[in-house]
């Protein structure tokens, strides 16, 4: 998966009445950057944007600027937002002390208020990549009548791909925050969308999700880095699991038979589970590439060639080494860079986990 580095800049303009009967000139400001476009020519470019979709999950923002306005562009990252309200509030884990971030704290003791800033940039990323995703789905028919058109088949799977990606959002949305504003492809640029409840967009969400799953392919013929049919499968299990919760009526027997779904096609998990968390675990995600058991559904490629971000693995890795970690063990781990000390699990974790489990006793 190709990190483009095209800028695609969507501009909502709001006409405001302010007494006022000429224009004037200087307001039709074209991209100085040109980097920077209007205008798609090829279909080339819309895959593009398609990466930078994929992208926002990942990267802090597009050629290396801010997407979103956050005091530390790799605080913004979206893995790095989820990772922190979904965990650092629980019992698993917390960030060192020796950082004092503002805000951590409060989602270590449980003692947040609605001035906390993870919760502001949290919320401000899904509403981004949902309506990165909202962009794409009313540029994409573009795509068949420009230079090197993509075809109506290709056209059909990348929209099933980025409704895929929206759903996960939203679900990202219902989980941590219990509503939202709900926003598709469908509203005008600049309209006030609907607030709506976990209730109410559960099943948008899940209708959305379970039409578009049936445009997917399989993960035996999936480009290594876009969503499979089994990965969107997960999704749509993880949401009909917590039914229950955002709706108030269990779908257990759903999230089963998704899951049944998954094991008819990918029924082998990785021979070590170690592997998983190497950096050559790409071979064990859900793709025509795959060199083992696709055990990782839907995965999110970064390296250190492409797609560097102080989010993503990059936080939940070296950010979890102390910053004195000895040379010698820094070496035989391939890790690159002095450790920042700060995600960590608490002490009782590793006591639940036996020593002798050599498979999983990686404290």
């Known amino acids: 998966m190709i990190i483009n580095k095209l800028k695609y800049t969507a501009i909502a303009c709001v006409a405001l009445g302010m007494g006022l009967s000429s224009c004037v000139d200087d307001l039709n400001v074209d991209p100085k950057n040109p980097s920077q476009l209007t205008t798609l020519t090829s279909g080339e470019q819309y895959y593009q944007v398609l990466a ?16 979103i306005t956050v005091d530390d562009g790799g605080a913004g990252v979206y893995t790095r937002q989820l990772w922190n309200l979904q965990e650092l509030c629980t019992d698993e884990a917390f960030v060192g002390k020796n950082w004092n971030d503002a805000g951590l704290d409060e989602l270590d003791y449980a003692t947040w208020s609605p001035d906390n800033h993870w919760l502001y940039e949290a919320m401000s990323r899904f509403t981004f990549q949902i309506n990165l995703c909202n962009e794409f789905l009313r540029i994409i028919d573009e795509a068949a009548v420009v230079a090197n058109p993509i075809s109506a088949d290709e056209i059909a799977l990348m929209k099933c791909e980025a409704r895929t990606l929206r759903a996960l959002s939203y679900y990202h949305m219902m989980d941590l925050f219990g509503k939202g504003p709900w926003v598709t492809e469908e509203h005008s640029i600049g309209t006030t969308p609907e607030t709506m409840t976990r209730a109410e967009m559960f099943p948008l969400v899940v209708a959305d999700l379970e039409d578009a799953i049936k445009g997917l392919k399989p993960a035996s013929q999936t480009i290594y880095g876009r969503v499979s049919r089994e990965g969107a499968l997960m999704l749509l299990a993880k949401l009909y699991l917590n039914a229950e919760v955002y ?9 089963a038979t998704a899951c049944q779904e998954i094991v008819k096609t990918i029924p082998d998990l990785a021979p070590t589970y170690r592997y998983l968390f190497c950096g050559s675990n790409d071979k064990y995600v859900a793709s025509q590439s795959a060199g083992g058991p696709m055990e ?14 102080y989010g993503g693995t990059t936080y939940l890795g070296l950010g979890a080494y102390n910053a004195n970690i000895d040379k010698n063990l820094q070496q035989r781990l391939g890790i690159e860079g002095t450790g920042w000390g700060g995600p960590r699990v608490r002490p009782e974790v590793p006591n639940v986990i036996s020593a002798r ?3 999983r006793y990686l404290f």
């Not at 994929?54 to 990267?59: C, D, S, T």
């Not at 990782?296 to 971000?309: A, Y």
């Open 247 to 255: 709706t108030g009526t269990a779908m257990w027997q759903q999230c």
């Open 357 to 359: 489990d050599e498979e």
């Open 296 to 309: 990782i559904l839907w995965g999110i490629p970064q390296d250190n060639s492409n797609t560097q971000t």
């Open 52 to 67: 930078q979709v994929y992208g926002g999950l990942v990267l802090s923002g597009v050629n290396g600027g801010s997407d």
